[in-house]
């Protein structure tokens, strides 16, 4: 039986046959701003979970980073998979549940970053083993950063057995509407995600109120392993 956050393998399908992307090509701002802010340097491993078709990967790829995303989705796999050919840059792809990332992904990493992922997660069990996964995949004092759609105000959360039920969607980069998953969505606000946060043992170091045009209001944190 599928899991209600692998309703996106449907929306991904679906946009893909009519040779469109869902998310744009433009890496996000947030990520950019880690980066520098850390000066990571390049030719450095880092780790996206959950990377949907590529957006990020590719764009730290073609700065000469080692980069390894994953994603549930085979469907986003394929495409990254397509696009790095296509512009001629060279990642690791990995088709897996972040949740059992520990037992698939044998390795640590000093970097790693997640955008977008964390508010699909509706159950708490899911959201906890998350960042249980997440920070055991971080090497001693690594760094991981966290952006999720938010206002860190307003908490609500989805029926997630309707998250494969069919729904109008407008495609922002075309402009027409498409019947695809409506997925899963859960927003917290800062008291509850710094609950969570210190539960999964991490250090928050900064947590910023963002925007960007991909998920609008957003949460971001820089947190390290303690």
Known sequence: ??????????????????????FSKEPTMELINWIQHYNIP????????????????????EQKYNITGVDISEEAIKKCKELSKERKVLAEWM??????????LNRQ???????????????DEDRKEFLKTINSLLRPKGKFLL????????????????AFVLQERNHTLTGRTFKVASTSYRAVNW??????????????????DTENEEYFKCMTVYLTKE
Do not use: P
């Open 95 to 104: 088709v897996s549940d972040a949740l059992d990332l520990r037992e698939k």
């Open 147 to 162: 952006v999720s759609m938010g206002d860190g105000k307003i908490q609500r959360k989805t029926d997630v057995s309707a």
């Open 191 to 208: 008291e509850e995600h710094k609950r969570e946060l210190k539960e999964a043992e991490f250090l928050v170091e900064k947590m910023m």
């Open 109 to 123: 990493f000093d970097w790693i970053y997640s955008i977008g992922t964390l508010h699909m997660l509706v159950e």
């Open 1 to 22: 039986m599928k899991k209600y956050y692998q309703a996106y393998e449907q929306r991904y399908k679906k946009i893909h046959e009519e040779g469109l992307l869902w």
């Open 42 to 61: 390049i030719n450095d491993d880092i780790c996206e979970i959950g990377c949907g078709e590529g957006r990020d990967a590719l764009y730290l790829a």
